[in-house]
C-alpha cells in the first residue's frame, strides 16, 4: 500500500487560525498524515488542544521540547514531513522567511527544511499591499515557496480587500495538486461534466439526476496532474474547480456545439456528462396547458456527443463512461466497442449519482480494472493514472 504523505502545518498568530481546525480536518480525512506545529502568537488564537484533538497527534510549539529523542525538533520534525504549510502565514512571519531568521521553533524548522514550503498569507488588507510585505512576498517566490492566495473579501477587521486566508477547502486543494505526480504535463484535456436540460415549453425540461460531481473531480484531477484543462459543463449546482477554462452549456446540442468547437488540438476527451439522448421535437414557445385530454411529447434524437468524437479523422484519446442500473460490465463493453473507446468507466447510477463517492470499473482491450470505493475525487485520479499510462 502506498504510504500517506505527511505534511507539516504550521500556524502562526492571526484570527483566520480558526479556519485552520477545519483545514487539519480535512486534511485528516484526505488521509494526509497533520504534524502541527505552532507558534506562541497563534496560541491566542486557537489552543494547541484542539489542533492535537484534531490531527490525533501532540502539538509541538516551543524549542526546547525534550519529547523528541535527539532534542532536535526542528530538524526531526522537517526531516520527516514531504511538504510544510504555513496557515496562516501572518505578515511578521513572511518577514521572518524572507531573512531566514530562526526564533522559534516554526521559523527554524523552514529554515532547516529540505523539502517544498507552502504559504498561506492572511492579514489586514493594508498589510498585504505595503510596499515591504510585496517585496517580501515576491522574495519568497524567487526563492521557490509556493504562495497560496490571498483571497479578497470581508476581513475581520470590518474592511474589504485583499488579504484574506483562502478557505479550508482551497488549501486541501492546494496541498493534494502539490502532492499529485504530474502525469499528464504537456496534455491538453476536455472534460464534460453535468445532465443536460431539454426544454419543452419555457417553464418545463427534461433532465436526469447527474450532479456533475464526477465530471468536476476528473477536471480537478488533469489539472491536478498538470493538463491543461477545458471543462463544459451541463446543469449543475456546484461550483467548477477553479483556475479551469469553465464552458457553461444547457442542453445537448449547445454542448456538442461546444465541444466541436473546442476538440481540435485535445490530446485526451473524457465524457463524463449525462447528455439527453432525446430531445422534444417541437419545444413550445408558450407554457403548455393542461388538457382533458392525455398528452403525448414527441421526442427526436440527440447527436452522440462521445461516438462523434471517436469517429474524427484524428480522434483524441476517449474515455466514455457507462452508468446502467443492471447488467454493469456487459453493457459497458458493448458501449465501449459501439463507440469504438479505447477505454469506458462503469459505474452503477444508483451508486454514482448526487454521491460523493463512488466505485467503477475501468474496461479496456485488457480486460477490466476494478476501482474500489473512494471519495470521487481520488477515484478520478486512479481513472487518470490509468489513461496517462495508456495515452
Ligand atoms: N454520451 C454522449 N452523447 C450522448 C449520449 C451519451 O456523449 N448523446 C456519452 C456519455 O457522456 C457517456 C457515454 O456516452 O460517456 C455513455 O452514455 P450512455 O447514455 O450511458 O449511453 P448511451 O449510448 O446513451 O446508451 P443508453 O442510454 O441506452 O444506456
Known sequence: MQKNKSLVLGITGGIAAYKSAELVRLLVKANIDVQVVM????????????????????????????????????????READAILIAPASAEFIAKLVHGRADDLLSTLCLARDCPLLVAPAMNKQMWGNAATQRNITQLKTDGVSILGPDSGDQACGEIGLGRMLEAEELLGAVNAHFTPKLLTGKRVLVTAGATLEMIDPVRAITNLSSGK???????????????????????????PKNINNISTKNADAMYQAVMKNIAKQHIFISVAAVADYSPAKPSMQKIKKQESSLTLELKPNKDILAEVASLPNAPFCVGFAAESENLLEYAEVKRKAKKLPLIVANLAADAMGSDENSVTLLDKNGVHPIKRAPKIEIARSILQHVAKMV
Open 39 to 78: 507558534t506562541e502568537a497563534a496560541c491566542q488564537f486557537i489552543t494547541p488542544v484542539t489542533m492535537q484533538a484534531l490531527s490525533g497527534r501532540p502539538v509541538f510549539i516551543g524549542m526546547w521540547d525534550s519529547s523528541i529523542d535527539n532534542g532536535m525538533p526542528h530538524i526531526e520534525l522537517s
Open 214 to 240: 464526477m465530471g468536476y473531480a476528473i477536471a480537478q484531477a488533469a489539472s491536478d496532474m498538470g493538463a491543461e484543462v477545458t471543462l463544459i459543463s451541463g446543469e449543475t449546482a456546484i461550483e467548477p
